[in-house]
């Protein structure tokens, strides 16, 4: 690691080439840059080691932004001060990890501070990891990104999915999304063994603040093109399991057909439970999904995600139910 104090843009980019040159790490061909806006409450252990086991499949130059709100005491911002941390090998993985802290008014204006940073020729993706912008497209380094990932679990507003929504813009794409990968398929799958049947409706159980919970209500309405129930279970406020990963959102869902429904029933932690109609219920190995592999998949299709724009649109079709209702 190298530590760049009181630094500037022209500083960083300077020793990122004397390490290129001098040898030190073997040259990496990195395929994207990743900008990381993160705020204080982030848990900075956790997001170092998503950013340096995403490298494994996208090595990356990561330009992680940490804005410090610090005031001087008569009330304006202080001089805009740059420390820098450069990562580069090592814990960093196949990527450059570099980390900046930021206070004064250089936290207004960060698409000036990654753009003397930005690799050439190839694409840039922004990532928050909490409170994302209203509009991610409109902010500034939204503007310069392909591609756009927020992470309404962690967002402090409980609207958080639904201003995503609003404000959709081919790009933008959120963790909570990547977080039903794994169930969609398993569901998907469901529906290909006989009886080959149509849905008549379906009802999703799930925690009332769960953005994961209302994108599957709303891609279900979205494919199936049927009324799709949304049902509170559970009391828990956005749980995370020990390593600080999302729980699973969704407890249950039922799909109706003529001659009977598929069942699919979150048993525990790790395994899920598929039932289609009268017959046993097969278990699966399904865990909790981390929030690298959320991020690598991101980071692995840069073309907008019309299967995440169909369940936002999809979000307007489902109809809240109160429990046991």
């Known amino acids: 690691m190298h530590q760049l104090r009181n ?6 980019a300077s020793k990122l080439e004397q390490i290129e040159t001098s040898g030190m790490q073997p040259r990496t061909n990195h395929v994207l840059t990743l900008i990381v806006v993160i705020n204080g409450k ?42 820098a941390e450069l ?7 196949a990527s450059e990890i570099i980390w900046m802290q930021l206070r004064g008014e250089v936290t207004e204006h960060l698409d000036s501070v990654v753009t003397p940073l930005l690799l050439p ?12 912008p209203v509009n991610p497209s409109h902010d500034p380094l939204g503007k ?21 929504r609003s404000n959709y813009t081919p790009g933008d794409s959120d963790l909570c999304w990547s977080r ?7 569901l998907a799958s469901a529906l290909d063994q006989p009886p080959f049947e149509p849905v008549r409706s379906a009802k999703v159980f799930g925690l009332a603040v769960s953005p994961t919970v209302d994108l599957a209500a709303g891609w279900l309405a979205d494919v199936l093109g049927v009324p799709v129930y949304r049902e509170v279970r559970g009391t828990a406020d956005r749980p995370v399991d020990h390593n600080g990963n999302p729980a699973t959102p969704v407890a249950e869902v039922i799909l109706e057909r003529d001659t009977g429904s598929v069942r699919l029933v979150v048993a525990d932690s790790e395994t899920i439970e598929l039932t289609i109609g009268d017959g046993p219920a097969t278990k699966i190995a399904q865990g909790r999904r981390p929030d ?7 980071m692995r299709h840069l073309v907008p995600d019309q299967a995440y724009a169909g369940a936002l649109d999809g ?3 489902v109809t809240y139910l109160e429990a046991d209702q």
């Open 42 to 83: 982030t848990n900075k252990d956790r997001l170092f080691h998503t950013i340096s086991s995403s490298s494994k499949e996208h090595p990356s130059r990561v330009l992680v932004l940490e804005p410090l709100a610090e005031e001087h005491s008569l009330g304006f911002h202080a001089s805009s001060v740059i420390d």
């Open 87 to 93: 990562h580069v090998g090592g814990d960093a993985g």
């Open 7 to 12: 630094t500037s843009t022209k500083e960083i």
């Open 121 to 132: 020729d190839t694409p840039i993706v922004v990532w928050w990891p909490a409170s994302a």
């Open 180 to 186: 039903l990968t794994p169930w969609r398929g398993i």
């Open 144 to 164: 310069l990104a392909m591609r756009r990932i927020t992470d309404s679990f962690f967002d402090p507003a409980e609207d958080a999915i639904y201003r995503r």
């Open 292 to 298: 690298v592999d959320c991020l690598s998949e991101e």
């Open 315 to 317: 979000l307007s079709k």
